[in-house]
């Protein structure tokens, strides 16, 4: 690999919120470089959780987020002919991405709404531990759990 690694980009936090969590949350849901419409469904999505919760929309994306993070995900790694599936530990900003992915996959599958009710209601599933993101973190630790006996094999 000639030349070393590529800087990380520092982003701004967005600008209501003033949150960087936030920011990268839109960043993601961001299609073909329109962040003023990914800002809107993200503040619309806000808007929704604020009034059929009565809660802080900061505090509901936060717990949700927290509530999907994974702490282990399994890796493919071919050792001698075959193909291992290997349970890693998940830190930082892959967990927080992996949310994200997930959060946003899960209402984008729901069908028959704005995509600003769609994430605001799996936000809210999230939040509460349902839903298909929190589906997806158990079938995801399940997998790991099933290949605990190849935790020897990382590196």
Same mark, same amino acid.
């Given at each position: ?12 936090? $967005? ?41 802080? %929309? ?28 290997? %349970? ?25 709404? %704005? ?5 605001? $209601? ?16 158990? $079938? ?16």
């Amino acid at each position: 690999m000639r030349g070393g690694k590529t800087p990380k980009r520092k982003i701004n936090p $967005d600008p209501k919120y003033r949150s960087l969590n936030i920011a990268r949350f839109i960043n993601q849901v961001m299609r073909a470089g329109k962040k003023s419409t990914a800002q809107s469904v993200i503040y619309g999505c806000f808007a929704i959780i604020k009034e059929k919760t009565k809660k802080d %929309p900061l505090e509901i994306f936060e717990g949700a987020m927290k509530n999907v993070g994974p702490e282990v995900e399994v890796k493919s790694r071919r050792i001698g002919g075959g193909n291992y599936q290997i %349970p890693v530990a998940v830190v930082g900003e892959r967990r927080q991405a992996l949310a994200f992915r997930w959060i946003i996959g899960a209402a984008s599958a729901r069908k028959g709404a %704005p995509m600003a009710q769609k994430l605001a $209601d799996e936000l809210i599933a999230a939040y509460n531990r349902e839903g298909a993101a929190i589906k997806k973190r158990q $079938d995801t630790y399940k997998m790991a759990e099933a290949n605990r006996a190849f935790a020897h094999f990382i590196r």
